[in-house]
């Protein structure tokens, strides 16, 4: 049985939370956020969620996610493409992808061979449909 942390794991460095957008949350990743930090849905939506039409996202302060603050300060109830990153399928797919992704994230375990990683990863996905680093 594979092991995430042969390949993947997590410093904390903030490098996926920095950026001028951050991920889309869907209906499950809103309960989930509004559950974890204890407040009304309409508490979270002023304070921390930016709302253009139907599309909601976390805010951004001073470049970077509102909820980082050397490491995520919502952490149990963080949307499910924060929690797979950067765990993306399309590092099998794509040798560059692979590269690109492990040369801005510290977490990864480059010290493996590029199709060792596959391999391992490859065999999470089977194990199990959602993938949380």
Known sequence: MADIKEIFECTQCGYCCHGETTVSLDEKDQKRMVEALGLSEAEVR???WRVTGNVVQMKIIDGHCIFYDN???VHKGRPWRCAQWPMHPSMI???????TISESCPGINTEISYEEFCRIFKE???EQ?????
Do not use: F, Q, R, W
């Open 46 to 48: 002023e304070k921390y």
């Open 71 to 73: 490491g995520c300060t």
């Open 93 to 99: 797919a794509d040798k560059n992808n692979y590269k």
């Open 124 to 126: 999470l996905i089977d």
């Open 129 to 133: 449909t959602i993938i949380h680093c």
